[in-house]
Every structure is written in structure tokens, then in C-alpha cells.
């Protein structure tokens, strides 16, 4: 493998990794933003309900 190949696959390689790494985009960081919530919400739920079982 000449030089020029092998700097050629380097620098393919090298934008790969650039586009994979990129931020995440607005609607992927709402998505699970919103999702974040949906659990905390579930868990303060989940616990709210065993408390009234037990507290009566």
C-alpha cells in the first residue's frame, strides 16, 4: 500500500469518527429530556401509591 492510499483511508476514517461524535440534535435532546421526566414522574407515582396502601 502506497502513501497517498493509506492517507486517503486515514482521512476517510478521520470524518467518520467526526460525524459520529457530532451534539446530538434539538429534537433527540427534548426526546429524551421528555423521557427523563416521564420516569421521574412514574417513580414519584409508584411511590405516592404504596405510600397510601401503607399509610392508609
Do not use: C, H, N, Y
Amino acid at each position: 500500500m502506497d502513501e497517498k492510499t493509506l492517507f486517503r483511508k486515514l482521512d476517510i476514517i478521520i470524518s467518520l469518527l467526526e460525524k459520529s461524535v457530532k451534539e446530538p440534535s434539538i429534537v433527540k435532546r427534548i426526546t429524551d429530556g421528555s423521557a427523563t421526566g416521564v420516569g421521574i414522574l412514574g417513580i414519584l407515582s409508584a411511590i405516592e401509591i404504596i405510600r397510601t396502601w401503607l399509610g392508609g
